[in-house]
């Protein structure tokens, strides 16, 4: 037999597990731009982050493809491989085509099944190499694994191509039956959903299949298995409620992260706070909704770095923020204290990302320049997006696989670059982070000006039958920019780290620099002084200042006290 191509295996020996992840979506009639776009981040611990290439190719009869687990490399097995696979740039393919994911695991009973092959990362790239439609994507993510074994947790995917996106819903039967059961909804136009590892799709259409489609079996297995009543009318059957039942930190950690997506786009998203913190788990939140205005690109990628600001869950304000308002909190993602236990917030920035992007899927444009892949390495509150375009032939080579790994550091890995600028950033949040922020929108915004002249430059050869020349056009683009700007990146992460180095601030960066020394700020001042009392007080000294800043971190908050003792000071200095 002819052997088809291996480059499943390429980096998924390197890359490690993306459990924990967040999708973003807005149909084109809510989008200002009018075009489909969605965001995922995968976020895990020890996920390499690279963009990755697989090649178009054509393949003789008889060729098979060696499956390997996306996220662990391990053999698997062997499926017939397609005549013809389709070039694949990161998460979307050249007929714009795109998917992403979020785990939201299942019941227990339901997470293992012995003998499978495809998993659910080799399901979203095989399926980018056969597909040239959203249609054709579902079809063949949910025949692959009734015929060879679905091999991973339960998941939710976003399949997206210009004119459609859906959310499919699947979950594997175990060792009771070889394959899945699923549903998949199409997001109707001009509103916007999300998901971020929970099932959300709940009652659903058994009659249009424009809107809803799902497999034969979805509710019988689930009465085979008593799960629910034979008795239940089909109208009331919920998926999400069946095979993933709420619980009170997944509403809090995964779909928190959906409410503050929808609380920036709707009113009155308050009356879910009491289901978000747990304590009314019935009054979940709709699949979807219609934003009060419409979303551009660049709101999108402002959305995916959010923290949950200004709201209840906003994480800058309270003692873990430290004293300059990180918005992060270390992992282990609960924990306990004597009998009681605790969740962190877990919002959609988080500092586990490898990598990110944001798929924009435009209707009106030759597929290969039409789909951007708007492409970020590490966390999304510290990516720049990089325009890769979907029809390019090679890759930038500082963001592929190859030059490094989780394990082992280089300064030619855009992923470590981007890395070390976070990381620094990490240190002093609100006093650095602002530059960063600043620096990442300045170069976005480039980008999006410098996309608009491709875009010119590519119809003007393509119309006129270069279209050799208008590929490569775009591929030279997307891969000199990328990886211009990995330089422009380590650069800027040395000028950070001599402005800030030692907890100073240099505010002459020139030959003769003067520092300041910014300190804690007040408010932090006053939990120590709180915490600590007279410790750090210097003695025999009595400095008003001080008194005031004890006062306040104690919350006495009376001016009249304040002026009393500093009118006694200036007596007993009259005096003595």
């Not at 080579?397 to 976070?422: C, I, K």
């Not at 300041?516 to 408010?523: D, I, L, S």
């Amino acid at each position: 037999k002819m052997e088809g191509p291996k480059i499943l295996v390429l980096g998924m020996l390197l890359i490690g597990v993306a459990l924990g992840c967040t999708n973003l979506i807005v149909t084109k009639g809510a989008s200002e731009e009018g075009y489909n776009m969605f965001t995922y981040s995968a976020d895990s611990f020890v996920l390499y982050g690279a963009l990755y290439h697989y090649p178009p190719a054509k393949h003789p009869e008889g060729s098979i493809r060696h499956v390997y687990n996306w996220d662990y490399g391990t053999y698997m097995g062997d499926i017939p491989e397609a005549s013809e696979t389709y070039n694949v740039i990161g998460n979307m393919n050249e007929y714009q085509v795109s998917i992403g994911e979020s785990t939201f695991g299942g019941r227990s009973e339901l997470l293992f099944q012995d003998g499978a092959i495809i998993d659910y990362g080799s399901l979203i790239y095989i399926t980018l190499q056969r597909a040239k439609t959203a249609r054709e994507a579902l079809t063949l993510m949910t025949t692959l694994p009734q015929e060879y074994g679905y091999a991973s947790r339960g998941e939710s995917f976003t399949v997206a191509d210009k004119d459609e996106i859906w959310i499919l819903e699947m979950i594997g039967k175990g060792n009771f039956e070889k394959g899945s059961v699923w549903v998949a909804v199409k997001v109707p136009d001009g509103t916007v959903t999300a998901h971020a590892n929970q099932a959300r799709i709940r009652t659903f259409s058994w009659t249009d299949p424009e809107s809803a489609i799902y497999s034969e079996d979805v509710m019988s297995f689930a009465v085979d298995r008593e799960y629910v009543s034979e008795d239940l009318p089909r109208e009331d059957f919920s998926f999400s409620d069946t095979y993933l039942p709420m619980g009170i930190v997944k509403a809090r950690t995964s779909e928190g992260r959906v409410w503050s997506f929808f609380n920036k786009l709707a009113p009155n998203m308050d009356q879910y706070i009491d289901y978000i913190t747990g304590k009314d788990l019935e009054n979940r939140m709709p699949l979807f909704i219609t934003p009060d205005h419409k979303i551009s690109l660049a709101q999108l990628n402002e959305y995916m770095r959010d923290h949950n600001d200004g709201t209840y869950f906003d994480m800058t304000k309270d003692i873990a923020a430290q004293a300059f308002g990180l918005p992060y909190r270390w992992r282990p993602l609960t924990w306990k204290l004597g009998e009681h236990e605790y969740v962190n917030e877990r919002p959609v920035s988080t500092q586990q990302t490898g990598w990110n992007f944001v798929s924009q899927l435009r209707h009106n444009m030759p597929d290969k320049v039409g789909g951007i892949f708007w492409f970020g390495l590490d966390d999304t509150s510290g990516s720049v997006h990089v325009p890769m375009y979907c029809g390019m032939q090679r890759i930038p080579f500082r963001w592929a696989l190859g030059h490094a790994t989780m394990m082992e550091f280089s300064f030619d890995s855009a992923f470590w670059v981007f890395n070390l600028v976070s990381h620094w950033a990490y240190m002093r949040w609100n006093v650095i982070y602002p530059e960063v922020k600043a620096k990442i929108l300045e170069k976005e915004n480039q980008y999006y000006n410098e996309v608009k002249d491709i875009d010119e430059q590519f119809l003007n050869l393509w119309d006129n039958g270069d279209q050799e020349d208008a590929v490569e056009l775009i591929t030279s683009y997307s891969e000199e920019t990328a990886n211009k700007l990995v330089d422009e990146w380590f650069d800027f992460f040395k000028y950070l780290f001599v402005k800030y180095m030692d907890g100073g601030l240099k505010s002459d960066m020139g030959d003769d620099p003067r520092k300041k020394a910014p300190g804690y700020g007040e408010e932090w001042y006053g939990r120590i002084v709180t915490e600590t009392g007279d410790k750090y007080l210097v003695p025999d000294s009595i400095d008003t200042k001080l008194l005031k800043r004890k006062l306040k971190g104690k919350h006495w908050q009376f001016q009249q006290i304040i002026n009393e003792i500093s009118f006694l000071l200036k007596i007993l200095n009259f005096l003595f």
